[in-house]
Every structure is written in C-alpha cells, then in structure tokens.
C-alpha cells in the first residue's frame, strides 16, 4: 500500500519505509531517504568525489581507430585514442559515437550524462558507508565535437576516460556476476541504491575496472518508476525483475529495504536489455516495445 511520505511529501511504496517508520501510520511515517538525510531530487553543480573527470581539452584518435573501432554495442561504437592537452595529456582515453541509423542519438546524450549524475549521487553515499575496500568512482563523459579540419568534422561523441581490465559485475535485468569480490559488492551497491532512493531507483548494470586504489565504473543504468532515462530504463518491471534474481550478499545490510513479493518480468541477461517504445503519430502513446540485448561482442580485453 503506498503512503505519502511525512517528509518529502512523496506518495510510495511500503516498501520505502523502515517497518517502524511505516508502523507509526499514515500523515507520520517518514521514508528510508528521508531518515537518513539522503534526497535526490536537485543535482549538484559541483564536481563529484566519485567522478572521473576528462580534465582534459583535446584529444587525438587515429583514422584506423575510427575506421576499425576496438568495441561496439547495438548502437554505436567505440574508438580508443589519447588526450593531448589538459591535466590528462599523454593517457588513453575513448570516444562513443552512433552508427548509421541509430534512432537515439537525440536523446541519448542529455540521458546518458543525467544517469551518470544520479549515479553520483547514490555512489557518493555508498562510500561514505565504508563498506568495501576501495572508492568507488564513475567515469563522467562530456560531450566533445570533432574538429572542422577532418573528416569527421561536426559529428558529436561521448569521451571519457579509458578504463584498463574492463569487466561487467550486473546488467540491468538481474544478470550478476557474484562469484568474484567484487561481483558480491557492486550487488550491494545496486541494493543499496533502491534503499536510499526510497524505493524510487535502482543503479544497475555496473561494470567498469578494478585498480589498485578505486574501482571505475562507466555507462551506469538507473531504473526508474517512471521511466525517467531511457531505452534501457525498464521501469517498475526492471525494478521488480532485478530484485527477483537478487540474493544479499555479504556487503548488503540488513535494514536495507527492497521490493515485496517482486517478479520476474525480464529474461536475466550479461548483456544490457533495452526496451523501445515506439509512438504513434495518431494517439502519441506507445504502440509497440520490445527488447534488444547490446554489447554482445567486444573485440579486446579493454572494452566498452
């Protein structure tokens, strides 16, 4: 039963609140984010902690990177090369471009970034909890355009940091890997985050790399209720499918709340699953969906 929060004023889940909180009754209760001081509702302008920024101005990619790209998803590709000027001039780094007929490049980059900052949000909290070994910290893109002086003069990219020893530690629709430390921690993470949203997120589809003082993470999902961010935004069906398949792991704590009775509306899959909703001209409400599975094929150990 939902119950407006005391606090925030936001009408939720039970789920969303602690048992006492939800015991002292309807106009009183006060949800889980509310109680430990955790709002998510206004982005913060200022540089994350947990960001791994460009830091950088330029960067150079070679016409074989471009032509031969080293990782490709559903819907578009991706191209290692080097910054050249700013504090990051000399490391690696990649660029994230669309292919041809991609449909959702208009929105995909305003979505991209606005998942990465709540990324940052729950990330940030979970590091204050001391919970694993290392920070975490979230490679946060900006979106660069290259240069007039070559051939792909005006198209816009994704660029970002690289990252070394890339691997996949949950998808989206409940796939994780478990069997590794840190398979068992970034569950945990995602746990934690539908805690500390009240019930209203699931940071998801976690992978990234394992360095000696922090682990980085890149291209975050969040599930919403309402669907706020995307194609691979599975909604309230997400949510639910994700927990069917999620067993607390020793970094998860036990007051930390999750869905009742939820149900698997997904097929658990490594890969990322998007789901589309295509529009009708006539009604302008959604007419069909389906699901694509991305990031199927990657060519190299280091891979996005």
Not at 2 to 19: F, M, N
């Amino acid at each position: 039963m939902d119950r407006v929060c005391a606090e925030c004023r936001r009408d939720l889940p039970r789920t969303s609140y602690t048992g006492n909180q939800y015991s002292k009754g309807d106009g009183w209760s006060r949800c889980a984010g509310c109680v430990h001081g955790h709002h998510f509702d206004v982005a913060d302008s200022a540089p994350s902690d947990s960001g791994r920024y460009n830091n950088a101005s330029r960067a150079t990619f070679s016409s074989d990177s471009l032509d031969h790209p080293f990782a490709a998803g559903t819907f578009r590709w991706v191209a290692k090369g080097k910054y050249t000027h700013g504090n990051r001039a000399g490391q690696a780094c990649v660029c994230k471009w669309f292919k041809t007929g991609a449909v959702f490049e208009s929105d995909y980059f305003a979505l991209d970034i606005k998942a990465v900052g709540k990324a940052l949000d729950v990330v940030n909290r979970f590091n204050q909890l001391n919970i694993v070994s290392k920070p975490i910290k979230v490679n946060v893109p900006g979106v660069w355009t290259f240069d007039e002086d070559c051939d792909w003069a005006g198209v816009k990219c994704l660029q970002e940091p690289f990252i070394q020893n890339y691997q996949k530690f949950n998808s989206n629709s409940g796939w994780a890997d478990t069997a590794k430390k840190w398979g068992e921690a970034m569950q945990a993470l995602s746990h934690f985050s539908y805690h500390v949203t009240g019930g209203n997120y699931v940071l998801c589809d976690l992978q990234g790399g394992v360095y000696q003082n922090e682990v980085v993470l890149s291209d975050p999902v969040i599930l919403s209720r309402n669907r706020e961010y995307g194609v691979t935004d599975l909604g309230s069906q997400g949510i639910s499918s994700f927990f069917s398949q999620h067993d607390c792991t020793n970094y998860c704590r036990p007051n930390w709340t999750c869905p009742a009775n939820p149900v698997q509306h997904f097929q658990p899959r490594m890969g990322t699953t998007m789901l589309r909703h295509r529009v009708s001209a006539a009604t302008s409400k959604p007419s069909r969906t389906f699901v694509l599975p991305t990031y199927e094929e990657e060519d190299e150990d280091d891979y996005y």
